[in-house]
């Protein structure tokens, strides 16, 4: 059976941790940034742990991660 491959996009914007979580960055953090306070934007720069579901989707994506 061959090798699977990675999707080069997915590898790109996620990472997984040594415990098995998913860290994405969160959205909404180029648009309309004048409006958002200081305070948002600067929790915006953080990544954050994804769902159970969704990190599930990606885990398949990255099959030697």
């Not at 990472?15 to 994405?24: D, R």
């Not at 960055?25 to 969704?54: E, P, S, W």
């Amino acid at each position: 059976m061959p090798k699977l491959k990675t999707k080069r996009g997915v590898r790109r914007r996620f990472k997984i941790t040594k415990t098995g979580k998913v860290l994405a960055y969160h959205a909404g953090k180029i648009h309309f940034k004048r409006r958002k306070r200081a305070n948002t934007k600067r929790k915006l720069r953080q990544k954050q742990i994804l769902a159970t579901g969704d990190a599930k989707r990606v885990k398949k994506m990255l099959p030697y991660a």
